[in-house]
């Protein structure tokens, strides 16, 4: 059977590779403590819960509009507007997806011609670059060093542009390193991509997960015209929804109208009743985000502390997002291999960092969306074993 050369040019993506390795293991009932997933350890807001199964007694089943319900547009566009003095409307501006991943193939699909550059920091998240070979496009990597904390200039988007560049990809705060993009930093991306008539396609799915110390800067804010630039989003990490697949994306009515093409002739649209789930209890959950930040928090301080006490590893400071980003090239700079060793020594599950691009390597990444108890499980395996 011949499969496409779209298909056959992509690879499965890395992370969710390894949680389905683990998932087989524990089926066959060995016990692993898995730190390898990008989902958050707490239960979706009860309100949320119940406010769903309300929805599905209320026979909320059918398709939906095609961009989503509106009171949900117009909620969200509401709180972007009153956050980063955007004019959005409900009608024109944004699309609700089944998820930021499907939102990002919207995107790609709609200005990628064959052969089109796009620009990826990295260590970047697996599946932009696999996103992006799907659509067609090349994924260009911009490097970025350990040595200086994984930080990305305007200057190095600069030197990648070609004629050919037709995007750029932030991620902001990252997966996997947990950095941020500053505000002077963003302002002259931002500048250079207008100017170039680059599209600068934001992922700011772990906005609200930012440390304290730390800010968060929109490009929203940088850009409330949306000129040139799209700003994705979505429920999965801080309303613990992963499961559930809701996303959204904003840009242009132009922009927009085209990924809603892809939307109708595809997936039609985001399942009702998860829409009308989080519209209905919207208000009785605004608490959730900073009581599962707190968490986040307690979580990054103790690493923080424990790994400064390490001489074999080196924790990257977390300024946002959930993720543990560990220099464990003493041991083995292979980070495949040194994830086996973990998995086999110490039944830990971790991704490697090469599976965030070259730039990543020597690294592996962890999740700390998780109980205290597993953090100090995973510490005391991870010093008996290798300090
Ligand atoms: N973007 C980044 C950076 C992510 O880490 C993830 C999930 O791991 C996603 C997008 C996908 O989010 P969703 O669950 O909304 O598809």
Known sequence: MNLSSRVRGVELSATIKIADHVAELERKGTKILNLSTGAPHLPTPVAIRDQTIKALMENKTGYSHSR?????????????????????????????????????????????EPGDEVLIPEPAWVSFVEIVKLAGGVPIPISTSAANGFSLSALAIEQAIT???????????????????????????????????????????????????????????VNPDLNYIAMMNGFSKTYAMTGWRLGYIVATPHLIDAMLKLQQNSITCPTTFVQWGVVNAFKQITHFPS?????YQENRDFLIKEFAGLKNFRLIEPEGAFYGFIDVSRINPDSAKFCFQLL??????????IAFGKSAEGFIRISFATSREILVEFMNRLKQTFE
Request: hydrophobic letters at 40%.
């Open 291 to 295: 009581d599962a930040l707190q968490l």
């Open 344 to 353: 086999n020594a110490c039944g830990i599950a971790a991704t490697p960092g």
């Open 163 to 221: 004629p050919k560049t037709k995007a750029l990809i932030l991620n902001n705060p990252s997966n996997p390193t947990g950095k941020l993009i500053d505000k002077t930093t963003l302002h002259a991306i931002n500048k250079l991509c207008i100017a170039s008539k680059i599209f600068l396609f934001s992922d700011e799915i772990y906005d609200q997960i930012v440390f304290r110390g730390y800010r968060h800067t929109s490009v929203l804010s």
């Open 68 to 112: 989503g319900i509106y009171e949900l547009r117009k909620l969200l566009c509401t709180d972007l507007n009153e956050r980063f003095g955007t004019h959005l409307e409900p009608e024109r501006h944004i699309l609700i997806t089944p998820g930021g991943k499907q939102a990002i193939l919207y995107f790609m699909l709609s200005v990628i």
